[in-house]
């Protein structure tokens, strides 16, 4: 469990290394394998990333297949990029010249939603340790007085505050790191951050002369994208699919279509994909404000069970008065 907690924490850091890799391998005229071997040389002052650099130049140079090494460091998207071009003896250079730099961009912006939610549940789980205090005080004035009448859901609640709220808390930290994509909130930024890598793909997936029958099944395998049957496996089933999974708006449709009547279909894919890095360098904003509506949504149970509590208190005290 701890290795796998220690492997996470530095994932992002190795595939980092790996796009240098595999960037710059061949201009330097060396092999991935000798040039991973350089990297764990000089990262030997951060033993864990050595030690799987290490290992991943051990692999390489056995000559393990590219895309079993790297799974474990990369997403499934551009390891289905890395199998495709081995698959067609493609080198990996022109793959993570052209889509590295799209990818550690959505990387870091789906680093930022993560990152962004740990101070807020750190406020969450003090608040909560403070109301359970309190909420032992309701418990001991239940106990003592018994003409103070608490409700059967209120006195649940209140003998079983601290563990019913951190469950709650620790479900919903787990679920917005884990699966950030399905939360509401953030699924517009995902849109465009898939629209994005989409337009990415097909870019550097035309660049390696590959057919749009290739380019719309590799786009179904690295989005998971289900009930597609339909689709014709060509350019213009390509562009239903981004627009049926909306990773384009109308307009830059038209733009796409525009451009494949004439022939050049790349011309309005690039047109388009200026358009979606533009859109995902501006969606900080758009980052924070979800953050701090999901943050006010975390707090939301402690907080309407203390006010639940108080209120049945003061009524029961003003029967009791009476």
Known sequence: MISK???????PKIAKVIYRIETHSASMGISSAELS????????????????????SRKLYSNYPKDEV???????????LIREALKNQIPLHTLFKEFSEHKEKAEKIIRGVKSKMIFPFLVFIAIVFALNTTMGNFVHISESVQQIKFSAINTFFMKNFLIFNLSYGIAFFAYINFFPKFVPLLRTIFIKINGMMALSTIKVMDSMSFSARDI?????????????????????GLLTLLNDEKFIDPIQLAEIKISLERGELINGVNTVLKEKIEEVDNLENQVSSAMATISILLLVPPISIMVSVFINLMLSSGSMAQ
Do not use: H, W
């Open 70 to 80: 790297y799974k474990k460091f990369l997403d499934g998207d551009i390891v289905i």
């Open 37 to 56: 071997s350089k990297y764990a040389r000089e990262l030997k002052k951060n033993p864990a990333i050595a030690r799987e650099i290490s290992a991943i």
């Open 5 to 11: 907690i220690k492997l996470f924490l530095i994932k």
């Open 216 to 236: 719309l099944k590799t786009i179904i395998a690295q989005f998971s994208i289900k009930n597609q049957a339909k689709i014709a496996k060509n350019e213009d």
